[in-house]
């Protein structure tokens, strides 16, 4: 069966700090793969979306990037984080084709101070 | 771009029925979804429907498409204090790629 696994569950990181979460998949092969923030008080967001490897596409102009440089691997990034970059961050994934269910990882709670 | 709106919050008693519901603006979308968040948790997919179905339902859960006016409705029956979570649409569409929308999510609260 597939699975999600990404990490870590929460992190604390000061203004300025680097950022990296990771997401991984299994048990699928050549799956899009999604970064979705939610930042407090708002609705879920589509940040990236990546149909393959290094293919990469971005949704809203931020101070993040996303890389994919596995098959199953889906990285979020920061070089320098900002208070507004604080939030709940899910990654999820799809299978390719027409018509496909979004299965999301447990999600990640930034929190930058 | 694809455009999926609901209100932000509905309030019901413990044993009512709870209807949430979701318009959407791509009249290409394939699959409508109902996905449940609960606190601190990721999002778990309910249910989902084809848009080519009007109705579906599994157990006290009943999705209603009406394709026409692009509305999307979720309808729990006999709501209980665990369904008390946010509940968000979302649709996708045939392309390249598979790209899910989201909603802003319709928080609801259960009043025992």
């Known amino acids: 069966s597939q699975t999600i696994h990404q990490w870590p569950a929460t992190l604390v990181q000061p203004v300025g700090s680097p950022l990296s979460l990771e997401c991984t998949v299994e048990?699928?092969?050549?799956?899009?793969l999604y970064w979705y923030r939610q930042a407090a008080g708002r609705g879920l967001q589509l940040l990236f979306y990546?149909?393959?490897?290094?293919?990469i596409s971005s949704e809203v102009p931020q101070n993040l990037s996303a890389s994919r440089p596995q098959d199953r691997q889906f990285i979020l990034s920061s070089k320098k984080l900002l208070l507004s970059d604080s939030g709940f961050y899910l990654c999820?994934?799809?299978?390719?084709?027409?018509?496909?269910?979004?299965?999301f990882g447990q999600g990640t709670r930034l929190t930058v101070v | 771009g694809e455009d999926v709106e609901q209100s932000l919050f509905l309030s019901v008693r413990e044993g009512d029925s709870s209807v949430i519901n979701c318009t959407y603006t791509?009249?290409?979308?394939?699959?409508l979804y109902w996905y449940k968040q609960e606190p601190g948790a990721g999002l778990q997919l309910l249910t989902y429907?084809?848009?080519?179905?009007d109705m579906k339902q599994d157990q006290r859960l009943t999705v209603l498409l009406n394709k026409k006016d692009k509305h999307l409705s979720l309808r729990i029956a006999d709501t209980q204090t665990g369904d008390s979570a946010i509940y968000f649409c979302?649709?996708?569409?045939?392309?390249?790629?598979?790209?899910?929308?989201f909603g802003i999510g319709t928080k609801l609260q259960v009043i025992p």
């Open positions: 999820a994934w799809s299978v390719q084709g027409a018509g496909s269910k979004a299965f």
């Open positions: 048990g699928t092969s050549n799956p899009n």
């Open positions: 990546s149909v393959g490897i290094g293919q």
């Open positions: 791509d009249s290409s979308s394939t699959y």
């Open positions: 429907i084809f848009s080519n179905m």
């Open positions: 979302a649709e996708s569409t045939i392309g390249g790629y598979q790209k899910v929308t």
